[in-house]
């Protein structure tokens, strides 16, 4: 986990005080019970030079040609062991890495419908293992950083860094609630399927706005339910198995939230139903996926009865 370059770039930003986390604070406090091992597994992997990337059409980092089929072997088996793999695909040195998620299908949804990323300071709240990270990256951003908590993806990001340590991208293991605020040093920010994760939505899109400069473009992507305005789902126990899951807002309800944080010009850019066929088991993710979920009499209902997961996708501008 190299910082070096992020905290060059964050130097003099009211974002430098990340030197202290990444230096002596809470990086060297992470209690979580894999840390150890997967950091050991990110310096186990071999030193392979990719010839090629590509972050544009797809998340490629090494054509075939670039190992042999031992090391190719050797370099399946330790990625094996960062399962479960929930975002992907990823193409590694001829290896198809396939994810729980297609993300690439949310990716085809944005892209195009947002402001131009090129030459953009991004952050990418929840970022999972940084899948968006790359390709934000391939959509011309000239910093990405990654915030998330949930440490086994973070180092799924920093195992396929360890390939490409030149890419201007970094993932912080860190929720959003601990990112300094009031730094205003993002032209975009993206938070996607974290807003009903948190237990304080509003609060989350406060944080948010503070992390974008006036002006500058949240691109939110959410569970929502069917309702008017002020209408909420906030299931009793679990959601589609889920126990933390919080508040599922009607579109109306959300419009009405963003304008009460500050935010401008909400456009909704999609509106989807998931499927099995973007979200399920495969030898990379082996537990159980969307179907589990889903009742089998009724798919479109949970396994409590609650609606089936619909998502939207919007846009909005940080008001001056
Ligand atoms: C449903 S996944 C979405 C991942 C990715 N953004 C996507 O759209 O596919 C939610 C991610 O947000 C992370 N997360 C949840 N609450 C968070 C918080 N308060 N701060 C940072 N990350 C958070 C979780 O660990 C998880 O990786």
Redesign the pocket.
């Known amino acids: 986990m190299n910082f070096t370059g992020l905290l060059a770039r964050l130097e003099g930003t009211a974002l430098s005080p990340l030197r202290d986390f990444v230096s002596h604070g809470r990086l060297a406090r992470i209690r979580h019970g894999d840390f150890r091992r997967l950091r050991s597994l990110v310096d186990e992997l071999p030193r392979l030079v990719p010839s090629v990337t590509d972050f544009g059409a797809r998340v490629m980092i090494g054509s075939p040609a670039d190992c042999d089929e031992q090391a190719r072997e050797e370099l399946r088996r330790l990625l094996m062991d960062f399962a479960p793999w929930?975002?992907g695909p990823f193409e590694l040195f001829g290896i198809d890495l396939d994810a729980e998620?297609r993300?690439e299908l949310?990716w085809a949804r944005l892209d195009g419908k947002i402001a131009s990323l090129d030459g953009r300071k991004v952050l990418?709240?929840?970022?999972?293992?940084g899948?968006?990270c790359f390709r934000m990256l391939g959509r011309g951003a000239s910093e990405v950083v990654g915030?998330?908590?949930?440490i086994p993806?973070v180092m799924q990001f920093w195992a396929l860094k360890s390939f490409v340590p030149e890419a201007q991208c970094w993932v912080l293991p860190?929720?959003?609630?601990?990112?300094p605020s009031g730094s205003g040093h993002f032209d975009t920010v993206?938070?996607?399927?974290?807003l009903y994760?948190?237990r304080s939505p509003l609060d989350?899109l406060l944080q948010l706005r503070e992390a974008l400069r006036p002006g500058g473009e949240l691109v939110l992507?959410t569970l929502h339910v069917e309702g008017g305005e002020g209408y909420c789902l906030t299931p009793r126990e679990r959601y589609a198995r889920m126990r933390?899951v919080w508040f599922l807002p009607s579109i109306a309800t959300l419009q009405n939230w963003l304008q009460r944080c500050g935010f401008s010009d909400a456009r909704i850019l999609d509106l989807s139903v998931t499927t099995p066929a973007e979200q399920r088991s495969t030898a990379w993710m082996p537990f159980d996926s969307l179907a589990d979920s889903l009742d089998p009499r009724d798919p479109a209902r949970t396994v409590e009865s609650h609606p089936a997961p619909a998502r939207l996708l919007l846009a909005a501008r940080r008001a001056a």
């Open positions: 929930r975002k998620w993300s949310k990418d709240v929840g970022c999972g293992n899948y968006y915030l998330d908590s949930h993806y860190m929720a959003m609630e601990e990112f993206f938070s996607m399927g974290v994760h948190v989350h992507e933390n």
